[in-house]
């Protein structure tokens, strides 16, 4: 069942979701050379304890982490450790909190220091990929037009896109229908209606669209052990353009650093 969101709802999804995406770029700018994703972690879990909000992922299905980290040719569900990061890497931050009863679910990909050409140009096309995707997230289209934007962009760029994990619905649960893929599947979709709140998030690999997951039972990395990008916003299905609840600025007042 697909939960259309009310007026009041929102007014309680949309702080989660401003704390989520500031919480996000706070990390981002905390990431650098010579810091372990447990640096990172407790970085992250100190930033979301300051707005009075809890991780949603921290023991979602026994998962052990504040936030997902995933190192370079790790996809997602990165576990956080005594890895270093180097110069050069790229870094998949993944951020979901729960705040007023609601889940704000929001991702990026940086560079750790610096990278190379490729890197940059994966992250560049896969963030684009998602905003090509948001553009389509309008009331009256369907799911299905999000996952062929997102595909056609990533893959007349050359890269490819994870089939195994898809994008979701989004509200008081961090997982709520409908799916959303990165890719045309062939199947009906569902029509996109005001009140439907989505997190869309492209994951791209710069090689194979193949996956696997590693024995900690968690992290996905891809097969041929090529770098892959993830890239994420949560967003409102409305009358007009979609709102895109998980921009940093959005953050009540209150709730900024001070």
């Not at 309680?12 to 981002?28: I, S």
């Not at 409102?236 to 900024?256: G, Q, Y």
Request: include cysteine; aromatic fraction near 6%.
């Amino acid at each position: 069942m697909i939960i259309l969101k009310n007026e009041r709802d929102l007014e309680a999804m949309r702080p989660a979701c401003a704390v989520a995406g500031t919480v996000l770029e706070e990390v981002a700018a905390f990431v650098q050379p010579g810091l372990t994703t447990k640096d990172v972690d407790d970085f992250a879990a100190s930033r979301i304890k300051h707005y009075n909000a809890k991780s949603a992922f921290l023991g979602y299905r026994k998962y052990p982490c504040q936030i997902c980290i995933s190192v370079n040719d790790q996809v997602v569900h990165g576990l956080a450790g005594q890895r270093t990061m180097r110069f050069g890497d790229i870094v998949s931050l993944d951020v979901g909190v729960i705040y007023n009863g609601f889940v704000g679910d929001t991702a990026r990909t940086v560079a750790v220091g610096g990278c190379d050409v490729l890197a940059q140009r994966l992250m560049d096309v896969t963030e684009k990929a998602l905003h090509e995707g948001i553009a389509q997230a309008v009331g009256g289209k369907r799911v299905g037009d999000i996952s062929r934007a997102v595909q056609d962009h990533v893959e007349s760029n050359g890269f490819t896109v994870v089939r195994e994990f898809v994008g979701h619905g989004v509200g008081r649960s961090m997982h709520e229908e409908p799916q959303v893929p990165n890719f045309v599947d062939g199947k009906s979709s569902p029509k996109l209606r005001p009140g439907m709140t989505l997190a869309i998030e492209p994951m791209v690999n710069a090689g194979s669209s193949a996956v696997k997951i590693l024995n900690d039972g968690w992290t996905v990395v891809t097969q041929d052990g090529s770098l892959s990008a993830h890239f994420e916003h949560t967003v409102l299905i409305t009358e007009a353009e979609p709102e895109i609840l998980t921009w940093p600025e959005k953050v009540p007042s209150r709730l900024k650093v001070p």
